[in-house]
């Protein structure tokens, strides 16, 4: 039974798959095949050493070699579309069930599978040579490779403030101090006194590498469990590709078909997930110029002046509106909302989420007789609260103002963040300029699907107001 990967953690809110041995940021594939390369000496020696681990045949049409991306996977023969090129037992797929019986007794059941895998990364890495994983380890990036945000330094950060990637970011450093605090008394006790002079820094990075090997992919099926590892590590990323990890939990293995045919020599694509670069830059380090899944976090409230606010929120709350009280909110009286790209501005606006429009429409309820006329109408059809157009169609247009106005505050503000953006660095700064081109193309993304759900709304509310003033014409 084939099914696509997806990897939970209750610890950490790390949700994409990485592959991580490359030693430069991945991006998206490049208009044309690529089949120039050059072999990757250094990893000679790991497919065979992989295939001896497995005891059997890992793949007989793939070579590691270098492109313009790091170290990636090429053809080395023809591939039709369907071929499998790529199988690798579970029995040789690095995971949390590795940590040592006489560790993993004393962890609390607080420690998650990023936190499990990262004492694993770490117990290997103190082996050196002698660890079983020694091929591996070797070649997963250091510390300076590695650009998820979570390394970024807090003027770095400051970039990319506009984002929700920001917070999300300093949400996951305080889980992984949260959890290197649980984890270093009994590392402290371990035997063999391989993690007495473990630091905070050192945990990081190994969570890092954790993240990238055992995550959640929340667009894919469960079927492999935590199960992770050599070999796919190398593949690149191709956003429009059809080719994914698969699981085949009846095999016990994971593998990789062909969405189309390769000649020799030519790079080997997949996609990681439909992630935008919100997600690819927290988790796997890069970004995409042009992110056809770019999305924005919208957070809004009812403010307190508000005569109706607790009888809006009441309503709002009774109607399964999610009750917001963590740390990605303003407070627990806002409410996020994702906005992705509206391919069209006279379509039907989809990418816009009706629980948004929803919200902006009893925002603009200004008596309790409209919220109880509302409440009657979800009772009386799917129960869901002001999802259908408002019979006042001067009040649905002021609904839809108020929203044009909250997403062109954002714009305005998504404008000053990429004008403040860093000037030109000096060439030998290669990560900060590296990072300056990440921030950017992270805000010009989101950016861009803000206007798209602007263009929609100025759009939305022309076409009522003329259709409202050729109604009134009728009446006179």
């Known amino acids: 039974m084939l099914l696509a990967v997806r990897f939970t953690d209750s610890c950490c809110c790390l949700h994409r798959l990485v592959f991580c041995l490359s030693r430069r940021p991945k991006v998206s594939s490049p208009a044309k095949p690529q089949v120039s390369h050059c072999v990757d000496k250094d990893c000679d020696d790991f497919l065979p050493w992989l295939e001896q681990k497995a005891g059997v045949e890992i793949s007989s049409v793939l070579s590691i070699g270098k492109s313009t991306y790091g170290r990636s996977l090429f053809a080395s023969k023809s591939i039709q579309t369907g071929d499998c090129i790529l199988k690798v037992p579970y029995n040789v797929q690095i995971s949390p069930d590795n940590v040592p019986s006489k560790i993993n007794s004393l962890l609390g059941d607080g420690v998650g599978n990023i936190a499990k895998l990262a004492v694993v990364i770490l117990l290997e890495q103190k082996k050196g040579q002698d660890s079983e994983w020694a091929p591996y380890i070797n070649r997963l990036p250091q510390p300076g490779e590695m650009h998820s945000t979570i390394f970024w330094s807090e003027s770095e950060l400051e970039m990319i403030k506009k984002s929700s990637v920001y917070q999300e970011t300093i949400n996951q450093k305080a889980q992984i101090q949260k959890d290197f605090l649980a984890i270093k008394p009994v590392l402290n006790h371990f035997s063999e006194n391989l993690f007495n002079d473990i630091s905070l820094k050192e945990f990081s990075y190994a969570c890092a590498l954790a993240c990238f090997i055992c995550c959640e992919c929340d667009s894919w099926i469960s079927g492999m469990g935590q199960h992770q590892g050599p070999l796919f590590d190398f593949v690149n990323h191709d956003g429009v590709s059809e080719s994914v990890l698969l699981g085949d939990e009846d095999k016990q293995l994971s593998?990789?078909?062909?969405?189309?045919?390769?000649?020799?020599?030519e790079q080997v694509?997949?996609?990681?997930?439909?992630?935008?670069?919100?997600?690819?830059?927290?988790?796997?380090?890069?970004?995409?110029?042009?992110n056809i899944y770019d999305q924005v976090q919208i957070q809004v409230n009812i403010p307190h002046h508000d005569l109706l606010r607790t009888l809006k929120l009441e309503l709002l709350h009774r109607h399964c509106l999610p009750k917001i009280g963590d740390a990605n909110s303003y407070s627990s009286m806002g409410n996020s909302f994702t906005i992705k790209e509206v391919r069209s501005a006279g379509g039907k606006g989809k990418g816009i989420p009706q629980s948004l429009r929803a919200f902006a429409?009893?925002?603009?309820?200004?008596?309790?007789?409209e919220l109880s006329d509302l409440a009657m109408e979800a009772a009386q059809n799917d129960g869901r609260l002001?999802?259908?157009?408002?019979?006042?169609?001067?009040?649905?247009?002021?609904?839809?103002?108020?929203?044009?106005?909250w997403i062109n505050q954002l714009i305005d503000e998504y404008n000053t963040s990429i004008k403040s953006l860093p000037?030109?660095?000096?060439?030998?700064?290669?990560?900060?300029?590296?990072?300056?081109?990440?921030?950017?193309?992270?805000l010009t993304g989101e950016l861009r699907v803000l206007k798209s759900a602007a263009a929609w709304l100025e759009n939305y509310c022309a076409t009522l107001t003329s259709k409202n003033y050729l109604m009134i014409q009728k009446l006179l």
């Open 255 to 265: 593998e990789v078909i062909a969405d189309r045919d390769y000649s020799p020599g």
């Open 269 to 290: 694509l997949i996609r990681y997930g439909k992630f935008p670069n919100a997600s690819l830059l927290l988790d796997f380090g890069f970004t995409l110029p042009y």
């Open 361 to 369: 429409r009893i925002f603009c309820c200004t008596s309790p007789q």
């Open 386 to 405: 002001a999802r259908r157009p408002l019979k006042n169609w001067s009040r649905e247009i002021q609904a839809h103002q108020v929203l044009l106005s």
């Open 423 to 442: 000037s030109a660095t000096s060439p030998l700064c290669q990560t900060l300029s590296l990072r300056k081109q990440m921030a950017r193309d992270l």
